[in-house]
């Protein structure tokens, strides 16, 4: 049988680099470290504004 080769293509990846996860601990230290913020700031942002990056940076002042 043939094996199925593993597609390289990007999908996804620049759709993932543009959102803030608020529930995961790197992502939020991430943006913590990025804005100076701390996490509590961070979730609270994301909650307010969205999980957009832009739009989440834009809140915490960056």
């Known amino acids: 049988m043939a ?3 593993k597609s390289k293509k990007a999908r996804g990846r620049k759709q993932d680099r543009a959102r803030v996860a608020g529930g995961q ?3 939020v230290q991430y943006e913590t470290k ?3 913020k701390s996490a509590p700031a961070v979730k609270k942002a994301v909650k307010k ?3 957009t990056r832009k739009r989440v940076e834009k809140r915490l002042g960056r």
């Open 34 to 36: 990025k804005t100076g």
């Open 25 to 27: 601990d790197y992502e």
């Open 49 to 51: 504004v969205g999980n």
């Open 3 to 5: 094996v199925a080769k």
